[in-house]
């Protein structure tokens, strides 16, 4: 089974301005998560969907940050403008439902931005 | 903000030894998960217990649940070097029909001497 795939692994860009990250979740995992982890801490979830509809955006900076799922499978996450506090992995996660209704997430290798 | 805080921060054992970690969370959950990271690479789940479950075992890992003490533990036994990690706990709430949303704690950073 392949796992959750992400793109770029790394990127470097300059304050103010825009980077966008891809993200493909296990197929059929109807959710998926978009974290950022800072340096030292742990993920911070930014954004849940269900299919393609959105379950959780309440710690999304929405002035700056935007991701949208069409068709309910892959995402992508936006940055713009980007600051320099932005810098950080952002990880992709997809989950499954297991038996009992809990779930279990499976990450990607994320994707670290460093905004100089 | 429900994020757990994992204790301690940072933990240096020898190898052979057990390595201990808390979790503490602040509300009610549906489960507790413990997810390992290796330096710069993704998390990967290690073990769910559920909100009516006290203790659960998988391998060397030992987890347990205190729901009245909102605490969790995660034992790991006979460490090797391999075991060098951040781990963290993330608790899940129930989301309807709509899967767990989930909140990471700040991590251990668990270091294994050879």
């Known amino acids: 089974e392949a796992g959750v795939a992400q793109s770029p692994r790394y990127k470097i860009i300059e304050k103010r301005q825009s980077v966008a990250f891809w993200c493909n979740p296990i197929s059929g995992h109807a959710t998926l998560y978009w974290y950022q982890q800072i340096l030292g801490q742990g993920p911070k979830l930014l954004i849940q969907?269900?299919?393609?509809?959105?379950?959780?955006d309440s710690q999304l900076p929405k002035d700056r940050f935007s991701a949208e799922r069409l068709k309910g499978v892959d995402s992508t996450l936006k940055i713009q403008p980007a600051k320099l506090e932005d810098s950080a992995v952002y990880l992709c996660a997809s989950s499954t439902r297991l038996t009992g209704g809990s779930y279990e997430q499976y990450f990607g290798p994320g994707t670290r931005l460093t905004v100089t | 903000s429900q994020q757990g805080e994992e204790d301690p921060q940072a933990l240096s054992i020898q190898e052979g030894e057990n390595a201990t970690m808390n979790c503490s969370y602040k509300t009610s959950i549906n489960n507790l998960q413990w997810y390992r990271q290796n330096s710069g690479r993704g998390l990967v789940h290690l073990i769910l217990i559920r909100s009516n479950e006290r203790e659960k075992h998988s391998g060397r890992l030992r987890v347990t649940l205190d729901t009245s003490k909102k605490s969790s533990s995660l034992l790991i036994t006979a460490s090797r070097a391999a075991d060098t990690a951040s781990y963290f706990c993330a608790t899940a709430l129930r989301g309807i029909n709509t899967g767990n949303q989930f909140y990471f704690g700040t991590g251990t950073s668990l270091t294994v001497i050879p």
């Open positions: 969907f269900q299919n393609n509809g959105v379950v959780d």
